[in-house]
């Protein structure tokens, strides 16, 4: 049986301002899978993330986390950020010490780790992310993708179960892009659990093996990544677009390939070998 890493039933967040950001959502995360969370601007993700880290707490509603009701006591919340990593959409939000090092350093250093470790730990970090060259740099004289990566590298270092990403590819270019999603490959396996946000579908189709969509502060789907796309209803609802080797297969499956119809190609390699299988020219 698989074990539900986070069960959130009835989640409410309203704003000071009498803005609600999430209406009673509920929702199961198994563990070890990757998930990628879809929906337009104002759906409500990074609202959510903050939750799921403890930054947030509930107007109402709970969150259990490996079973147990997330308190909101100092304790309990150290506990559960040794646990659950965030990586923010912007930057400049996670990033404050002197230099690369020293905020990548933070993070471990306050884990209680020895000085060894923490070393050991930042400096594959940094060699994964490709900063070790920027290690001695101030933060603030980084570009938006060097402080994406040294943000990344920071929740790296501390190894937690649980990885929240808030759009971890917007501002990089395709090679640091790709190289990114190749590190949470990387590090993904059965006790690891990995949750991004992001508005590229064909990122979502290709690497996920579950998508949750949200609209207007709700989940209104949760399941693979190919069944979504054939939904037109949650598609027009949350403003998302068909990923392109899913647009292609379905104009070749309409076209000229006449076999093997429910086994969809999710990357651009898996198209191009089926084409050439049924020799499409």
Known sequence: MEEHIFN????THQFADGTFAIKDLSLTVQQ?????????????KSTLFLHLNGLLQP???TIRYKGKKIKYDRKALLSLRKQVGIVFQDPDSQLFSANVQQDISFGPMNLGWERNVVHEKVQWAMAQTEVTEL???PTHF????????VAIAGVLAMEPDVWLLDEPTAGLDPYFS???MALLDSIHHPDKTIIL??????????WADEVVVMNDGKVIYQGDPVSVFHDEAVLMRAHLEKPWVFEMFQALLQSRIPAEKNLVPRTKEELLRKIQRERIY
């Open 59 to 61: 107007t109402s509603g």
């Open 142 to 149: 980084l570009s938006l993708g060097q402080k994406k990566r």
């Open 8 to 11: 959130i039933e009835g989640l």
């Open 178 to 180: 790709r190289q990114i």
């Open 32 to 44: 070890g899978k990757k998930i990628a969370l879809l929906g337009n601007n104002g759906a409500g």
């Open 197 to 206: 946000s992001t508005h590229d579908v064909n990122l979502a189709y290709q």
């Open 135 to 137: 290690k001695d740099r």
